[in-house]
């Protein structure tokens, strides 16, 4: 590989990597991996089934994806994200003892 491609290579993997949409441990080493790999499979499959190198580079590209970061990387975050959102229910009030002396009903409204 010749000076000036790698150069941009590199570029490339550091903007990815600054943007959070590439692993950490990604190098331009694992690029030419990748490309060798799939090289392998067309050489491979290219007649019996000419399309499996797009599941070979989506799995890898998948594979070098950084991980999402993580929500509570602080112990008052932590604790936040914890939390309930709303105060624990309550349980009900006991019934009054009013409630005894009104008439059962059976259909709506009306005494049985």
């Known amino acids: 590989m010749a000076k000036a491609e790698r150069t941009t290579l590199d570029a490339g993997v550091s903007r990815?990597?600054?943007?959070?949409?590439?692993?950490?441990?990604?190098?331009?080493?694992?690029?030419?991996?990748?490309?060798?790999?799939?090289?392998?499979?067309?050489?491979?499959?290219?007649?019996?089934?000419?399309?499996?190198?797009r599941r070979l580079v989506a799995w890898l590209i998948q594979s070098f994806q950084a991980p999402p970061p993580a929500r509570c990387r602080t112990r008052r975050k932590m604790r936040r994200c914890t939390r309930p959102c709303a105060a624990p229910a309550r349980a009900p009030p006991p019934p009054s003892p009013e409630s005894d002396a009104e008439p059962a009903t059976g259909e709506i409204g009306r005494p049985r």
């Open 16 to 53: 990815a990597k600054d943007s959070r949409q590439l692993r950490e441990d990604f190098t331009t080493r694992d690029l030419v991996l990748l490309l060798m790999a799939n090289t392998g499979v067309l050489g491979a499959t290219a007649d019996a089934a000419p399309d499996a190198w």
